[in-house]
């Protein structure tokens, strides 16, 4: 049997490896000890039969070497989950040209956005070597997703179209079917995110710490042994595929965690059971090991101008570049990309249409104030201060990248006009003010508008700086109050933040097939209607019904997009919703397409020098395949 799935996959990789000059499956220099010692299986019993063959060479990209190390940095313990956006193994996925294209699917089949058939790739196996079936997706949607002690809010909002669930069948080990009666156009999008939902989990392990299936004895001392309340407490505390920190958690990423990791050092290797391989029969990832150390977040530039990293964007931002093209000619360790940036925005201020204070709530819902705000922006000069006037002063809204990009919305209320924000003000009745040219609201109060910023990168603090003078001239006090990212949005996500400051849309880039839910009512995440989101992802049961005309028309645009498959349709409703925002300002976008610096060791290759620093869709260095990176020097004695 041995023998014939070797000649099976050999032939296989010959005469279905497109443009490539494939080859018999090279063990994997890693593992050749383990496999001689019985430690672990060959490569042909580890991969699929029918293993995803990347094409190389490509686009400038090259077959690479196995081995080394490759050294980055983050600033929080917990973004150990970066190596999941990076390794960007899901079911599909994007490819640069934002194509959905089969990942861990083998296929899949779409009818009509209604019914979706995903196929896997036969013999696969989960990091560990346990088979992974459909058999992992009934378990996800039977009993993770549909049990009211691991998923007390139900299932995830992505899967409800209409609010009615799908019918979800496996009618074999290889093949899952998600069906609806109406359209559900966000289902395979929503699989390829940088942050996926993961509708499948390792049975095999997360078995023995449920209740329905575990021995009564294990689980109970589990329990005692994590110090948690309650079995699905432990469950939900080792089931974490996207934080990536339980070691033991199977998983299909290239890159496993290492159980050597520490809390300011996080290790990876790479999985032996990868699903991915080159067109002479290497299995990737072609980089061994990752070192990712925790550092002030103070630190990240100066550690890279030393030359102590080998891929490093996190962390960097436009102000570092100077810093980064020294250390680039004195070192000459590296060298320092600028990616075009697929933020909608790199600042932007969010007035809380759900804040609590019901007096300051409806002078932020009129829609003269948001207006007035921005035109007391002086962009020109933040540009000219923080991006050497390299970044692009508009109100946020669709990037030149994409087909919907509408100049008139990019200059929509974000020239800088004192007189007219004051004549805003004035018109709404705000004509009363202190001494100091503060002005005053009806209750007496004076116009104080309290920003909340995570404090995490020191342009929004030097942009606020200038805003803050700005304003004052147009009669409007701005208090700038630091917070941790994550106290933040849980200040937005209650109420009771007056407004906040973060980036705009994360997608800038949206195509026709783009869902616009993000730029609807639908998600607390978007920071001007944390209650409205809240409202219509709880179906009803938490948050505040949407009680303005405009965003009911973006609520009911994203639903009448939802509801159609027709292009031109999707792209009228596009256009619709993006110029409601740019008349509106629920975000108030100051600058965009500022430079991100990339620094990438002269070693390491296959990294693209022109390209797209974006979270969703992009999963940053995901869609450029950080498994095909490698480094040229490998073996070399320095």
Known sequence: ????????????????????????????????????????????????????????????????????????????????????????????????????????????????????????????????????????????????????????????????????????????????????QNPNPKFLQTLAQARPPFIFRPAHYLKQYHADYADPDFLAKAIVKKKVRSWASLHNKLDNMYKFDNAKLPTLQPWLVDEKSTKNRKLFVRNPYYHRVDGKGVQLPYIDHVDMNVVGSGLVAAKANAGEVDLQARGLSFKDISILKKGEKDGGKYKTFLWANGTASQIAIYPNLNFADRAWREIMRDVRFRRALSLSIDRNMINRVLYFGLAKESSMTALPRSAFYDPQNRKAWSQFDLDLANDLLDEMGLTERRSDGIRLLPDGRPVQMVVETPGERQEVENALSIITDTWREAGVKLVVRPLERDILRNRVYSGTTMAAIWFGWDNGLPQPNTSPSYLAPRQQDFFAWPKWGQHYQMHGKGGYEVDMPEPQKLLKLSLDWDHTSDTETRSQIWQEMLSIHADQQYGIGILSEAPQPVVVSNHLKNVPKDAVWAWDPGAHFGVYRMDEFYFDNVGVVQ
């Not at 039969?49 to 050294?71: A, C, E, H, M, Y």
């Not at 346990?130 to 378990?139: G, I, L, N, Q, V």
């Open 1 to 180: 049997m041995y023998k014939f799935k070797s000649l099976y996959i050999a032939a296989f990789l010959i005469l279905g490896a497109t443009h490539a000059q494939a080859q018999i499956l090279q063990e994997t220099l890693l593992f050749e000890e383990q496999v001689k010692s019985n430690k672990l299986p060959a490569i042909h019993d580890r991969i699929p039969d029918n293993p995803l063959i990347v094409v190389l060479p490509n686009k400038g990209r090259t077959f690479g070497v196995q081995g080394g190390t490759l050294r980055t940095m983050v600033t929080r313990s917990k973004d150990t989950r970066q190596m999941v956006v990076y390794g960007y193994s899901r079911l599909v996925n994007y490819n640069e040209a934002y194509e959905l294209k089969a990942d861990i699917l083998e296929n899949f089949e779409n009818e009509d956005d209604k019914k979706f058939t995903l196929r896997l790739r036969k013999g696969h196996k989960w990091s560990d070597g346990a088979p992974f079936t459909s058999a992992d997706f009934k378990y996800w949607w039977v009993d993770v997703a549909s049990n009211k002690y691991l998923s007390p809010s139900g299932s995830p909002d992505f899967l409800y179209v209409d609010r009615e669930l799908p019918t979800v069948s496996f009618p074999d080990e290889l093949t899952i079917i998600y069906e609806w």
